[in-house]
């Protein structure tokens, strides 16, 4: 009976160390488990910001070529405005003579002693096609350059002539001979002008000019 017992006893312990032990298996199992899908989760991290960078990357890239493009196209844009403007002033300075040549006609015709009815009409159809020269210039940002009363301005007047005068400031243009024109604000034909000085500025030079020959032949002696 006794015998009985312990077998029993031993036997029960052998199942307790056996639950035991699969018990522990059964822990270190979910631990290993764990940590396996811990690592993974990590991978998976790491290797879902390498591919955010990736797309920063290439976002970044794909940013800075749209812009290089863009300023590709604007430069091209520039560049055959630019060129279409050039041709644009090259055909307008020659226009230009044209328009000259008609108002110097109308101007002429209008002082004439003669008012004989040919003669008026000419002047009308002159005036006509005068007008829609200057509609054309308009439309095409071609502007008179003003004179009247300005000081001259080296970028936009040749002078051709100056002359004495105590009545008007130095430097003031005093008359128009040709006018001058730009095209969006370049000056495709300088304005001839004749430009007042003052007689007292010369004379003045001509003295002190005076004074330095006598102090020289003063130094001399």
Do not use: W
Not at 52 to 80: A, G, H, P, V
Not at 88 to 107: G, M, S, Y
Not at 112 to 132: R, Y
Not at 190 to 199: A, F, G, L, Q, Y
């Amino acid at each position: 009976m006794v015998l009985s017992m312990q077998i029993n006893k031993i036997n029960q312990n052998k199942e307790i160390n056996m639950e035991n032990n699969t018990e522990k298996k059964n822990q270190d199992l979910d631990k290993s488990n764990f940590l396996n899908e811990q690592n993974e989760l990590e991978n998976l991290k790491n290797l879902l910001k390498e591919k955010n960078t990736l797309i920063e990357d290439y976002t970044n890239q794909l940013k800075r070529l749209q812009s290089e493009f863009e300023n590709y196209i604007k430069r091209i844009n520039k560049e055959r405005e630019d060129f279409a403007d050039c041709i644009k002033e090259h055909v307008f300075a020659k226009l230009l003579i044209i328009v000259d040549e008609f108002e110097k006609a109308i101007e002429h015709l209008t002082k004439s002693n003669e008012h004989s009815q040919a003669i008026n009409e000419a002047v009308n159809g002159m005036k006509i096609v005068f007008n829609n020269f200057q509609k054309l210039l308009k439309e095409e940002n071609v502007c008179v350059i003003d004179t009247k009363g300005k000081k001259f301005d080296p970028y936009k007047h040749e002078v051709l002539m100056t002359v004495e005068t105590n009545n008007a400031p130095d430097n003031i243009i005093t008359e128009e001979i040709q006018k001058g024109y730009t095209h969006k604000n370049k000056v495709i034909r300088p304005s001839k002008v004749i430009v007042c000085t003052h007689k007292n500025d010369k004379n003045d030079e001509k003295n002190i000019d005076k004074n330095k020959k006598c102090d020289q032949n003063n130094e001399t002696v």
